[in-house]
């Protein structure tokens, strides 16, 4: 069961830099935070809570301050403005957020924060392994690769306004007597609309793969290639074998691959075995452990293959697992 959210709420009144800094750690991730003025005071309000692998906060900075991170989390961040402006520098570019404009980054790549004088804004954070999580759900795929989303998105416009309206939601559903307040449950299916508005609304590099149509023909040699991994599943094998079992040559396969599959052939098998191990654990009549599991479809060191499923689908093996558990219980 998804506990329910814990509470912080600061009123931080003429604070000193290293009573921000500490703020920071606790609820985001450690950061140096400086006043304008050299030895200048800093005056904030700031709510904050959590649920599982969400984070949602409101609050505003009437004196203004920097906060340089040292150890950035790997979380993805919505920031709603409520007033005045906010940017975020990531390398050598700068998002910009004032009223009228929502920023949505990956922490972790944050060098840092600038809030202006009265700036106010509701905050959403999404772990990195829930975001990979809801990714993976929405293409029915692994997610191999980093999500690349950084962007600055207008809240007049049509996906703005909508996912600027879930964020206020979110936010009232919070921001009550405790009496008032959703289930854990109501919650977790929120933040989660939101990811799904926010992979849907904001580019990143599974962009096209998420609006993509269904693929034009095979040619033959691709498809010999995908019957013959079919069939070996369990097996090793090497690009060279599956060439040759296709009757192509290695480029040719490589070739393939990249205009029908936009991935390489190695890259394709594991996808074929990561999805089937999913589908095995997740199937409420499989009797197979999770190592009998991987090894039939061909993986064999069972570390890697743990980090890697994880990378892949935002959980666990054993997560996946206690899920089908779940449902088989809910349904006796």
């Known amino acids: ?39 200048g ?13 969400f984070s949602i906060w409101a609050g505003k900075c009437h004196s203004g301050m920097k906060v340089t991170f040292s150890q950035p989390s790997d979380v993805f961040v919505l920031y709603l403005p409520l007033s005045n402006a906010m940017e975020i520098d990531i390398g ?18 944050f060098d840092k924060l600038t809030l202006h004088e009265n700036r106010g804004h509701i905050g959403v954070a999404f772990e990195r392994s829930a975001m990979v999580s809801q990714l993976s759900e929405m293409l029915d795929a692994p997610v191999l690769h980093n999500i690349e989303l950084s962007a600055a998105l207008e809240t007049a416009s049509v996906a703005g306004s909508r996912l600027a309206a879930l964020g206020h939601l979110l936010w009232d559903c919070f921001d009550v007597e405790s009496d008032n307040r959703v289930s854990a449950i109501a919650a977790d299916h929120l933040f989660r609309a939101a990811m799904a508005m926010i992979l849907e609304a904001v580019p990143h590099n599974y962009s096209e793969r998420l609006k993509r149509p269904a693929s034009p023909a095979m040619p033959r ?4 290639a995908i019957e013959y991994m079919v069939a ?17 040559s290695v480029r040719a396969l ?49 570390g890697r293959f743990s980090a890697v499923y994880h990378d892949a689908f935002g959980q666990s093996p054993s997560e996946t697992a206690r899920l089908r558990n779940k449902r088989q219980t809910a349904a006796t």
Not at 232 to 248: C, F, K, L, W
Not at 279 to 301: K, P, V
Request: hydrophobic residues 40%; proline residues 4%; glycine residues 4%.
């Open 232 to 248: 070996n599943i369990s097996q090793p094998m090497t690009v060279a074998e599956i060439a040759r079992e296709a009757g192509t």
């Open 92 to 109: 050598r570019s700068r998002l910009t957020s004032d009223p009228g404009t929502a920023l949505i980054a990956n922490m972790s790549q």
């Open 1 to 39: 069961m998804t506990h329910f959210a814990r509470r912080r709420a600061f009123r931080i009144v003429k604070a000193d830099a290293d009573e921000m800094s500490e703020h920071y750690a606790k609820t985001l991730s450690p950061a140096k935070v400086e006043p304008f003025t050299r030895g």
């Open 254 to 302: 490589q070739t393939a691959f990249q205009q029908f599959k936009d991935t390489t052939p190695l890259s394709f098998l594991r996808q074929m075995r990561l999805e089937g191990v999913r589908r095995t654990l997740a199937d409420e009549t499989n009797e197979l452990s999770i190592a009998q599991a991987a090894r039939a479809w061909g993986f064999t060191h069972m």
């Open 221 to 224: 040699n691709l498809k010999r």
């Open 41 to 53: 005071r800093i005056l904030v309000e700031d709510r904050h809570f959590s649920l599982g692998p």
